[in-house]
């Protein structure tokens, strides 16, 4: 198929209908490169896209290196604490000013020619280059080329289309939502990083459902029971779900630390799991939040930046009683990674061509589809609700109040 069949109608028919009667998206959207760079274009190029923890931003002189659709971005927080993203590329002729992250910067310095740039992007340094006059040259009108970067929910997220609305318009209600953790105030207790032969949008889907976990995981079921369950969307880029109660059963490792306190009571109870599009996997626990941020790399290969925020209440928790969450937590998902690479292969065998939902458990895959035909059919549309938490809706009902 070429790249203009993928913003046809007919395409994207059977995910257009009512969840009820809708398709799943076709097997080319897992497997095809061609529609992998496409959606490089219609996605990560015009959406606000998660790079980072907040955190990781902190420390003076920082700088991380990020993918952003196709381009390479350079993100930092300069003296005057300003949070800046810039596209990583020298001002003179183009060359890629760092490879990867680096700590303890003044200046970016380019390796080719060694002009630097201070952390708010101004050019400062151009060695040599006036031994001969240059006409018409003020540094003044060569910084580095800026992008729009904004924090949500703890994370740093990256734009590079100017015409796309604000962060806050982007995810809607769910500012409101999680206002009450205060996550602008957790820090990264620890980090991963995973390479999985799956496409980015599989394990997308597999975190908003869960209609597998019974099967894949059964330890999961016992803290995060099916029946326990609920749809959690508002208008907004964003798929959820929440569970409530969070339980111990027989397993505490979700309860093995202290809870952030002044938590409203729901909060203090539940789960919240929350697919933030395009690119982002957000579990969200009273004691700690785990983060998952999804790096295209091809339509088969998928890099996971995972993350473990702490509140600041959590003082000085020893590696013991953290490891005891972190380690369920690898447990979880390195099952999701083995399924995931298996329907990859599957998909890739050939002879499947597009599935159908299941309402109960599947409506926020369904959801994400029509985001994911939004983008490449230039809609430009924040989705509804659910409704209010009052009234029954797909999965198990109505939210208890």
């Known amino acids: 198929m070429t790249v203009a069949d993928f913003s046809t109608d007919g395409f994207w028919q059977g995910v257009r209908r009512p969840v009820e009667a809708a398709s799943t998206m076709p097997s080319e959207v897992y497997t095809s490169p061609t529609f992998f760079d496409a959606e490089q274009s219609a996605i990560f190029d015009t959406s606000w896209v998660g790079v980072a923890c907040a955190d990781e931003l902190a420390e003076p002189g920082r700088v991380l290196v990020r993918r952003v659709g196709s381009r390479s971005v350079l993100l930092t927080r300069s003296g005057d604490g300003v949070l800046r993203g810039f596209h990583n590329a020298c001002r003179h002729r183009g060359t890629e000013l760092l ?26 340094a151009t ?29 740093v997220f990256a734009c590079l289309d100017p015409t796309t609305g604000s962060l806050a318009e982007w995810f809607g209600d769910l500012g409101s939502r999680l206002a009450g953790y205060g996550l602008g105030g957790w820090t990264v207790r620890a980090s991963n990083t995973f390479d999985i032969a799956a496409n980015w949008k599989l394990l997308s889907e597999n975190f908003q459902e869960y209609y597998h976990l019974t099967w894949v995981h059964p330890e999961l079921a016992k803290v995060s029971r099916v029946r326990d369950h609920y749809r959690w969307q508002g208008p907004g880029m964003y798929c959820g779900q929440t569970t409530v109660p969070v339980s111990g059963d027989d397993r505490g490792d979700w309860l093995a630390m202290p809870q952030s306190p002044g938590l409203s009571r729901m909060d203090a109870m539940s789960g919240r799991f929350l697919a933030l599009f395009p690119n982002v996997l957000l579990s969200i626990l009273p004691n700690h939040a785990f983060v998952i941020q999804l ?3 091809t339509a088969e290969l998928t890099r996971e930046r995972c993350s473990w925020l702490l509140p600041p209440s959590a003082g000085e928790i020893d590696d013991d009683a953290f490891s005891v969450t972190r380690e369920f937590w690898v447990l979880i998902n390195n099952e999701d990674i083995d399924i995931c690479e298996r329907a990859q292969r599957g998909i890739g065998h050939g002879g499947f061509t597009e599935g159908r939902f299941s309402v109960r458990f599947e409506e926020p895959l369904h959801r994400f589809a029509n985001m994911v035909a939004d983008r490449f059919q230039r809609v430009d549309r924040i989705p509804d609700g659910d409704g209010t938490d009052a009234v029954a809706r797909f999965g198990d009902g109505v939210l208890p109040a």
């Open 99 to 124: 490879e990867c992250d680096a700590s303890g910067l003044s200046m970016i310095r380019c390796p080719y020619h060694r002009w630097g740039y201070g952390l708010d992007g101004t050019l400062v």
């Open 127 to 155: 060695p040599r280059f006036t031994d001969v006059p240059v006409s018409d040259f003020d540094p003044a009108d060569h910084p580095l080329k800026e992008i729009r970067v904004d924090t949500f929910g703890g994370l």
């Open 295 to 297: 790096e295209p790399i």
